[in-house]
Structures are given as structure tokens and as C-alpha cells.
């Protein structure tokens, strides 16, 4: 086994792989009998003693030789990167969005051959796979947007949905005017919100490659490229104060209310958060979901990907009973469409909570995967320019620059990362 390291590049997404399938379990059972104690670990510390409880019961009755215990973890991304240094980090858990896909086998079974699993379940060939094998399934779809407040937007005056980031800007203003709201709120504090803004690569462009293309180029920051487009937006949002006043002091789970309330007029996350959103809300119905403002000859694009993948840690005891749980959450507990999004399986149903895009008329982006041999490419060269494009830093550094805290223009911090891209670019591919 390689050296236990976690890159620090994240791979894909919000949003990447799956799994499962009766085939695969069999291949996970050939270790033993479905029976023994697992541990699962999850980031949805709101549930985990509610919703979870339920499935916990189900599946212990369809499997009562298992004994499933849930660990509920606050600052995931982090306090998991760091136990995945030892052996101890569940049986099942989602794979932590830092991980490089060739590092997956270090720490994760695999659970079939991509090919194989593609036939049952989305999110299977770009996402948490590597060399032909899947190594996570998908707890649900996302699409990727802004869930805003209906009520807060109408009584600004901005009636139409912007479709292009001077108009968002403009609607943000006029709810700065019209209204006591917080146009646009970044949870700059907690951070991984602003790892949401990354899911949009696909969303400009209505290109399946875009990803992948980001190991073709030297300025990903350059004016009309996807990152210059969705970073200029965060940035002029903020220095033009349509952002909450003092960002170091943001909450998520209090942000979820404030929405609800109509104390924030909009936020940018993927589509798992409308029912969260609405949960919160006073009203569910005051709680819709916007394309991001970008057309492509006249459509608007949202980019289509996994959410986090439930894996296998590669130390667990009990494989077979991990893999009963995981091939049962994605396949029997219908959290997916409970929670909003997309079914991971080919065959499951579509949530009413993206209605909105459907009367937009929003076409889905499926981002490609990479070619064979070249899955962790755009990952280490992000990696050795330690920009972090799945991490909350690269964002709070523009925010902090937007809003005058490091001295920085918008254009230093873009050309200071188009840099260390190309130098970091020349180093990894070579040319």
C-alpha cells in the first residue's frame, strides 16, 4: 500500500461517483456474512438523531444481524482528512471531497467496475473512480443554483430571474434599497459554503469538459473564462457591500432561518439545500431556486453531479455489512428525493423542489470524465499551485480582498492565481 497521504487538492465536487448494485454487494460479501457492528459517518448533524433514527430501524430489520451507530461530524472535510492518517475512521463514510482519485484505493474498497455500476447509477464514470473501479456512490444528486427568497426578490421589483451577472448585481441592489435584507449571504465563517461556488464549473461554458480543461490552460482567471466569471461575481457582490456586513461572524445553521425569514435574500448552494431551506421557512413556498446568471444562446445551464459518495473505509472489520448498509441507502431509504435531489439510480424519481428550473427551461451539465490515466491531473496541478479550489481559503481570499481586509485588488488576486496555475501546470504536465 502507498504511503497514507491526503492530497490537498479536492476532487470533483459538490458533486462526484457512485455504486452499488447486487452484483457488487456479493463481491463485498464474499468476506464473511452480513452481520456486525458498523460505524457511519455523516456531516448531517440536523438529522442524524431524527430521519437517520428511521433508517437505522429499517435496515436493522431487514438486517438484524448489523447494528449500524452514526457518527455525526460538524467540520467534516477537516476533522475526517485528519483521521483518514490512522485506520479509524468508520466503516462507512463519505469520502472526503480532499481526496485525490488516485489515493482512493489507500483508503477505500472498491466496489465494482465502473462499467458495470454505470448501468444502475449516475455520477459513476467521472466521479470517485479511478483506473476503472468505483470506489463511492452518490447519497444524492445535486444541481447547482441560488436558493433565494420569492417574497424578499417581489418586494424588491425584480420580478424576472437575471440572466447575466450585471443583472444579479443590479436585483442584489435593488434589495439592498427596497428592503432590510441581506442580498447576498456568503457563510464566509463556516467556509465549505463557498466551496459551492466551485460546482458551477460546466454552468458557464455548457461545456461537458470543463473540468478537464482545466489542465489545457495557463489562465483559468482570465477575462471570459469560467473562473473569472463566477469569482468576478462573488468579488463585486462583496465590494459593492451586497454581502452580509461583517462576514467572520456568519452562521450556517442560523443562516437557514434568516433565509426562511426573509432576513437573507439569497444564498449560492446546490440544490441539497432547497429542502433545507424550506424546512426552515415560514413559509416553504417563499423559498425557490435560481440558475446561476449566465446564458449560453439564450439557456440557462446548471451543472448535474454526486453529491458526497459513500465509501468503504479499506481497514473496516465488517465489509459486508458496510456495503449492505451503503448498497440499501442509495437503492431502499429514498433520502435522495426526501432531501430534494436527484436519485443516484438511473431509474429513480425527480424531486418537485427543482421545479423552478424546470419552467426555466435549465439544461442539466454532466461533466465528462477525464481521460484514462489523467483522472488526478487538474488535481495536482491545483495541488502544487496550493490554490485549493474545493477549499474554503481560495474564496475567503477574494472576500477579504473585495471587502478591503488584505490589501488586494480583484486583479492581483486573479493574476497572483493564473500564475501559480501556469507554473504549477508546467510542472505536473510538463509543457
Not at 95 to 108: E, R, V, Y
Not at 160 to 173: N, Q, R, V
Request: aromatic letters at 8%.
Amino acid at each position: 500500500m502507498r504511503k497514507r497521504t491526503v492530497a490537498l487538492a479536492a476532487a470533483a465536487t459538490t458533486l462526484l461517483a457512485a455504486c452499488g448494485g447486487d452484483d457488487g454487494g456479493q463481491q463485498a460479501g464474499a468476506d464473511g456474512e452480513i452481520a456486525g457492528d458498523i460505524t457511519v459517518l455523516t456531516n448531517r448533524t440536523d438529522i442524524v438523531d431524527t430521519v437517520f433514527a428511521d433508517y437505522k430501524a429499517a435496515f436493522e430489520e431487514e438486517h438484524p444481524d448489523v447494528t449500524v451507530t452514526f457518527e455525526a461530524i460538524t467540520d467534516y472535510e477537516g476533522e475526517v482528512t485528519t483521521r483518514m492518517s490512522t485506520a479509524d475512521y468508520g466503516d462507512v463514510l463519505l469520502i472526503p471531497n480532499t481526496i485525490a482519485p488516485a489515493d482512493l484505493p489507500d483508503f477505500f474498497e472498491p466496489l465494482g467496475p465502473v462499467d458495470e455500476l454505470a448501468e444502475t447509477y449516475r455520477f459513476v464514470r467521472g466521479e470517485q473512480a479511478y483506473d476503472g473501479q468505483s470506489y463511492g456512490i452518490a447519497i444524492t444528486g445535486n444541481v447547482q443554483g441560488i436558493v433565494y427568497n420569492k417574497t424578499v426578490w417581489e418586494e424588491a421589483g425584480v420580478t424576472e430571474i437575471p440572466t447575466s451577472p450585471d443583472e444579479f448585481l443590479d436585483a442584489l441592489g435593488a434589495i439592498a434599497d427596497a428592503t432590510d435584507a441581506v442580498p447576498l449571504y456568503t457563510n464566509y465563517a463556516d467556509g465549505w459554503p463557498l466551496t459551492q461556488w466551485e460546482g458551477h464549473r460546466g454552468t458557464i461554458s455548457a461545456d461537458p469538459e470543463a473540468a478537464n480543461l482545466l489542465a489545457e490552460t495557463d489562465s483559468p482567471w482570465a477575462e471570459g473564462e469560467e473562473h473569472f466569471v463566477i469569482d468576478s461575481l462573488l468579488f463585486d457582490a462583496v465590494a459593492a457591500g451586497l454581502t452580509e456586513p461583517d462576514p467572520i461572524t456568519t452562521n450556517w445553521e442560523e443562516s437557514k432561518g434568516m433565509l426562511g425569514r426573509g432576513e437573507v435574500a439569497s444564498m449560492v448552494l446546490g440544490s441539497w439545500a432547497i429542502t433545507q431551506m424550506r424546512d426552515a421557512a415560514d413559509d416553504p413556498d417563499d423559498i425557490g431556486y435560481m440558475p446561476f446568471p449566465h446564458q449560453v444562446d439564450g439557456t440557462f445551464h446548471s451543472t448535474a453531479g454526486g453529491d458526497y459518495k459513500n465509501g468503504i473505509n479499506v481497514n473496516s472489520d465488517n465489509k459486508a455489512a458496510a456495503r449492505a448498509w451503503l448498497d440499501w441507502f442509495a437503492d431502499e431509504s429514498g433520502y435522495a428525493t426526501d432531501q430534494g435531489g436527484l436519485s443516484p439510480r438511473l431509474d429513480g424519481p425527480t424531486p418537485d423542489t427543482l421545479a423552478d428550473f424546470e419552467e426555466l427551461g435549465v439544461e442539466y451539465v454532466e461533466l465528462a470524465p477525464a481521460e484514462p490515466g489523467a483522472e488526478s491531473l487538474v488535481n495536482d496541478i491545483d495541488a502544487e499551485a496550493e490554490i485549493g479550489l474545493w477549499n474554503p481559503d481560495y474564496r475567503q481570499r477574494i472576500v477579504d480582498a473585495a471587502r478591503g481586509a488584505s490589501g488586494e485588488t480583484k486583479e492581483q488576486v486573479f493574476d497572483d492565481l493564473n500564475a501559480r496555475w501556469a507554473e504549477a501546470r508546467a510542472a505536473v504536465v510538463g509543457t
